[in-house]
């Protein structure tokens, strides 16, 4: 059951009482593999939450849906009515809860009180998300600490108790970062600052724009998403277009899609430019500890067969990743007249299928059990159309930080699911389409859909409010 609450002369859609994307433009047909009948799912097991109030495991809290064992799942009841997740698949161990709604969630960062922040763009997007509300909306969860002190009975069940307009008007939004005492938020091509104070709600003060990144606009590709490193230094992204021509007689190529730094002493209003040759940087998430940030790479629709592939990057300066002209290291696209130079292009240790569209994704450090322990968590968009790859896939790192090599152009190899389900019939999508991911600091994977505005959380059973 969902209700809406009225606000400022739009609707935000959220859970009663708690609580799509930029992705390829292929157009292949969609896939003619349909979500099994509830008949052939595995039965759930429906138990009552803890009574005496001595657990402390998100995974006991009412509305938890476990998986154990052989396949099997139970459901801790009491909770509120919410969508079903008996759709998804995890490993052993986890469990999943649904959290909140908001329309069209493209992004999710949590800020330094604990509260989930959501940018929900109106401006339409390449995947086809809906449109949604040129807002970006605080979630909470107030009651977050699993049980009272005294009380028999669970104080929470996961979900987001109250919700709050952040800000409204900022039709182009997907960017999302606090570091340094400030919020910073993408507002079309500009990249603005505002004073934050833990547990603000609304914005307040007046923002200050620190980058107006116009080095090459586009329709398609707009959003501009950013992250901090440990050195202090800002990293963010700006999009090309799919139907950019490669010139081979031109070398270097000009910087169209490509990575900035923004708000240092000697980056200018633009930003300094870093690494260029990206089609679509969606993505850019920065590793705390290794002082290493990574940006995704969405790669040029309908290259499937010619070499293309999706790309989880390192942010380093000089890089050259290839678009438009080549799909990789000495690989240039066909068609193209003359010999593009790719000798110099950048490799890649992490390559993913054209139409997987790896799109949000965060860095595990809260001891997770293995094999998931200090590993990447990507969201993997699907194809638009049959929504054919939509998953959760975790990639190992090693002690340095970094990826280990790992793809699944042909079988996979280093990666593997961590969370499927999703649909693979474009008339059912009624599970929505992974977007965006991030970690609370209590050790649960949140997990936006920007196709139906879903978000739930995942947990390794065991971990609690104090882990």
Known sequence: MRTSLLWLGFIVPILALASCSDTNHDTS???DATVPDASEETAIEEIAPPADGSASDFCDLPGSLVFESNGSRRLVSGGRSAPSLSWLTLPEGFCAHYFANVTTARQIRF??????????????TAGGAPIGL????????DNHDGYADGDSLPHSDGTAENLSLFMSGVASTQGLLFASGAFYYQDSTSIMKLPYAVGDRTAKGTPEMIADITVFPTQDHWPKTLDMADDGTIYVGNGGDQDEVCDPTVFPRPFHGGIHTIGGADDPIGGTEISMGFRNPIAI?????HNLCFSIELGKDGTAGEGGREKLVPIRKGDDWGYPCCATKNLPYPGISGTPNCSSVASEKVAFEIGDTPFGFDFESHGWPAPFTKNILVATHGEVGSWSGARVVAIPTQSNGMPVMSSDLVSESGLKDF?????????????????AVAFATDGRLFIANDLDGDIFWVAPVGVGPDH
């Open 29 to 31: 047909p969609a896939s």
């Open 111 to 124: 800020a330094p009180g604990g509260e989930l922040f959501v940018a929900s763009p109106s401006t339409a």
């Open 134 to 141: 040129g807002a970006i909306v605080v979630l909470a969860d």
């Open 285 to 289: 998430r920065c590793q705390v500890g």
């Open 419 to 435: 969370a499927s389900g999703w649909p693979l019939n474009s008339a059912a999508h009624s599970q929505g389409r992974p977007a």
